[in-house]
């Protein structure tokens, strides 16, 4: 089973495996940060990823319903309202 | 090991687990949506967290620095400038 490199943590109670989050948006970016002007928003509001899984990244796509769904997560993205 | 509950898929080359992004925040909520209003950004911009390790999520308190080197990963914070 090949694990994705993380850093394996041994605490009190179990062992964690921490893994990426990031898969495969803009990997050649040591940190990918985004700055968006609330002003030049489209219409009321804009809906912004926060599971790195969306195909129209920094906008959500609605990838993370099946993230959700395969890893029994629960996030969900940031709406700003304009 | 103990891994985190996450489905295993077999693509061609690799097996990829997928492990929860969220582990800690808000975890009895089925889906953390967070809606924010640009006009109550107090100051000129506001930072918000998409590694969902933040101590203060929604915003943004640099947990993605030891994420991102604990796992190779490269998250980073939304900006959104009002």
């Given at each position: 089973l090949l694990l994705q490199p993380g850093a394996v943590t041994q605490s009190r109670t179990r062992t964690v495996v921490m893994s990426k989050i990031?898969?495969?948006?803009?990997?050649?970016?040591?940190k990918v940060v985004t700055m968006v002007k609330a002003k030049e928003i489209e219409g009321a509001k804009a809906v912004y990823c926060r599971?790195?899984?969306?195909?129209t990244f920094p906008l959500c796509d609605g990838a993370h319903v099946k993230h959700n769904k395969e890893t029994e997560d629960n996030v969900g993205p940031l709406i700003v309202e304009k």
């Open positions: 990031n898969e495969s948006i803009d990997k050649e970016n040591p599971c790195w899984k969306s195909g």
